[in-house]
């Protein structure tokens, strides 16, 4: 089966960088996902790996290790709309649907 | 609008009644998902479609539970005989498939339920 932990929460300042670690055991690997979540709304795909490195994107970036069982999604020159939880997954073993951690809720204060 | 809508947005209900939740995914995904979620948690993984065929199911899914996709289109999740317990946010997705595409979902805005 997939374990996923992430931490549950997390405070940071408007302009700061900041960095949400995620660690998961799974039966066979497909690839990591990272998801943002405003307060009472949908989830919203962030970034995608599958092979060992950073990915970058804009303000955000993701990373990956296989070997480590770890990935950590990292966001710069926070925002105060940046507040919200975000959500590690993987592809279950058949790899044909996304299991979810259970999230790290972001407050970025001014 | 061409995203995944669902409908109602918000149901209360009495345990014991039954309850039917409908989604319409993004016309040309091919898959489509079913989670739910409770405060706090992510989403749980109920069930998902490739087109028409229910292709795989969590054991989370009750037998008070059915989800249909008739004709590959818009689906529905009934909930029968429902207990305090159900009360969360239910979550439609659908995405294209293959490669990243299979993880990259895209939500509707859900459905939540209080059974009272």
């Known amino acids: 089966g997939q374990n996923i932990d992430q931490p549950t929460e997390m405070t940071a300042t408007e302009g700061a960088i900041v960095q949400i670690n995620c660690t998961y055991q799974t039966s066979g690997f497909n690839g990591l996902f990272w998801y943002q979540q405003h307060a009472g709304e949908a989830p919203t795909f962030l970034s995608y790996?599958?092979?060992?490195g950073l990915e970058e994107k804009g303000r955000f970036s993701s990373f990956l290790s296989r070997s480590k069982g770890y990935s950590y999604l990292l966001l710069k020159e926070l925002q105060m709309k940046d507040s919200a939880s975000y959500l590690c997954?993987?592809?279950?073993?058949?790899?044909?649907?996304?299991?979810f951690g259970k999230g790290t809720t972001l407050s970025v204060s001014s | 609008d061409t995203g995944v809508s669902q409908d109602p947005r918000h149901k209360i209900t009495k345990r014991g009644q039954n309850v039917t939740f409908r989604c319409d995914p993004i016309s040309e995904h091919n898959r489509l998902y079913w989670y739910r979620q409770t405060l706090g948690q992510g989403p749980e993984f109920l069930t998902y479609f490739q087109n028409e065929a229910q292709l795989e199911k969590s054991r989370l899914l009750s037998d008070r539970f059915s989800a249909e996709r008739p004709k590959g289109s818009f689906s529905t999740l009934e909930i029968q005989r429902t207990e305090q317990g159900d009360s969360a946010m239910y979550l439609c997705?659908?995405?294209?498939?293959?490669?990243?595409?299979?993880?990259?979902?895209?939500f509707g805005e859900g459905s939540r339920l209080t059974v009272l």
């Open positions: 997954a993987v592809l279950n073993q058949a790899g044909t649907a996304l299991i």
């Open positions: 790996n599958v092979l060992d």
């Open positions: 997705a659908s995405s294209l498939t293959g490669g990243s595409n299979t993880g990259e979902l895209f």
